[in-house]
């Protein structure tokens, strides 16, 4: 067995997900095809390095409620636009975006991780796998775990993005019996 290959997957380099993001549907954009900024963003050898969006879904402090995925209360979050850092506060959550847009492939699966800068610094990501044939910008789901404010950088990079390819499934996201309902989301999106 290839050492990349794991339980029929193998893990794609940074000359496969090159060849994914050129042509007539590429698999993200905008790409970059090199690593820049800092915290960096772009193409790395066995992965990509998403940047964070100006899009921040931040929930309504002080309110005493319950957040069921099942009935979701929308109206405790508001919505914000940031030009250049956004502060997450102590012990506390937003939800962001990617500036990256994803189309996924038929065989192709993505899975995210956050940076070391920020993870060094008490920074969760969250995100839930990119299934085969998925298309929208990443909700990304941020966590302060310190006990002091973090500044999240706009525009920079906030996580890594690794992508496996595999035997084409029976069924792609678009074709789940649950709903994809997060198909097209354009950015932040709340629970459906």
């Not at 193409?43 to 009935?71: C, E, K, Q």
């Not at 975006?97 to 993505?110: A, C, I, K, N, R």
């Not at 929208?136 to 706009?154: D, K, Q, Y």
């Amino acid at each position: 067995m290839n050492v990349e290959t794991f339980a029929g997957f193998s893990l794609l380099s940074d000359r496969e997900i090159l060849a994914l993001c050129q042509g007539e549907r590429p698999m993200i954009t905008p790409f970059v095809p090199r690593q820049e900024g800092k915290p960096s963003y772009g193409l790395s050898s066995f992965g990509y390095d998403i940047r964070l969006g100006r899009r921040f879904l931040v929930p309504l402090g002080g309110v005493s409620a319950v957040l069921d995925p099942v009935n979701f209360p929308r109206e405790l979050f508001r919505e914000l636009v940031v030009e250049d850092v956004f502060e997450l506060a102590p012990h506390s959550q937003v939800l962001a975006e990617s500036v990256e847009t994803f189309w996924m492939p038929d065989d192709v699966l993505g899975v995210c991780w956050g940076k070391s800068s920020y993870a060094r610094c008490g920074l969760l990501v969250n995100v839930t796998p990119l299934e085969p044939r998925w298309r929208g910008r990443l909700t990304l789901e941020l966590a302060n775990l310190s006990p002091l404010p973090i500044r999240l950088h706009v525009g920079q990079g906030i996580a890594q993005v690794v992508f496996f390819r595999g035997r084409r499934p029976a069924r792609g996201y678009d074709e789940k019996e649950a709903g994809g309902h997060y198909q097209d989301q354009p950015g932040a999106a709340l629970p459906m």
